[in-house]
């Protein structure tokens, strides 16, 4: 049994020194990218503002936030902006890591990197609106009735948004499990035997970080967990899936 010529890796042995170049290079263009994206989304950062305190809203006594600094209002703007532009831009770094792990991948097996941007975009908006649309209102639904209603909320611009864009683009990284699983068995780094007898270690793993990037809730770790099990099941599937058609592959070449 043999694999043909499309299915040798092209740049099998690049030096460290290459390797580290290599990510430097994907890093700044992404972060070109990022920060282009950061001025354009900078002059939309009113509208996207409201959408963010839509989910706490009901819970404020004025319907607003307050803030306590003369460029609290300003430097919201910026972080908002900022925050959206690594959401808008993620094609653009998606494709510089898929550029920067294609060399280890086959030839046949490079054709996927449009799968790659696309998937990897579904899956991080997919989380971004899980958190916004379910996490969030269900967090501070906990949160800002807990004790009793003799306290009236007064939340701080500053405060929220540091809360809600952390929560947000951990939920977006989250969901992208399956692409990275799913890349890493494309390298032959992990398998689907391998994903399956690890099961048990990856769920505590996955416990551990829900409990450290959500709210002290029970609740909120939950809705971590529960969906990062479930695109880890996915992925153990889709791993086997290619290694079977990698399997064929090779056979039909042997």
């Not at 950061?38 to 809203?57: E, M, N, Q, S, W």
């Not at 379910?134 to 009793?148: Q, S």
């Not at 770790?221 to 079977?244: A, F, N, Q, T």
Request: charged share 15%; glycine share 8%; with cysteine.
């Amino acid at each position: 049994m043999r694999l043909d010529q499309s299915d040798h890796i092209e740049d099998p042995g690049q030096s460290l020194i290459e390797h580290l170049t290599e990510l430097r290079i994907r890093l700044v263009n992404s972060l070109i990218a990022i920060v282009i994206a950061t001025f354009v989304c900078f002059h939309f950062a009113g509208p996207i503002l409201d959408i963010l305190r839509t989910p706490i809203a009901p819970f404020l006594p004025e319907g607003g936030l307050i803030y306590t600094g003369p460029i609290d209002k300003f430097m919201a703007y910026i972080k908002i902006a900022i925050v959206s532009g690594i959401i808008v831009s993620c094609p653009f770094w998606l494709w510089q890591i898929w550029k920067f792990v294609a060399p280890g991948l086959y030839r046949r097996e490079k054709k996927y990197a449009a799968g790659f941007i696309f998937s990897g975009t579904f899956l991080f908006v997919c989380g971004i609106l899980f958190s916004y649309f379910v996490v969030l209102p269900m967090a501070f639904g906990f949160l800002m009735t807990f004790g009793g209603d003799a306290d009236k909320p007064m939340i701080t611009i500053e405060s929220y948004l540091s809360f809600v864009t952390h929560l947000t683009l951990m939920f977006g990284v989250a969901f992208e499990l399956p692409l990275v699983l799913v890349t890493l068995g494309m390298m032959g780094i992990v398998s689907k035997e391998f994903l399956s007898e690890k099961r048990r270690y990856a769920i505590m793993a996955m416990a551990v970080i829900s409990a450290v990037i959500t709210p002290p809730d029970l609740l909120s770790m939950l809705m971590m967990l529960g969906p990062m099990w479930v695109l880890y099941e996915i992925s153990v599937i889709l791993v086997g899936l290619i290694e079977k058609k990698r399997g064929r592959s090779q056979e039909a070449v042997g």
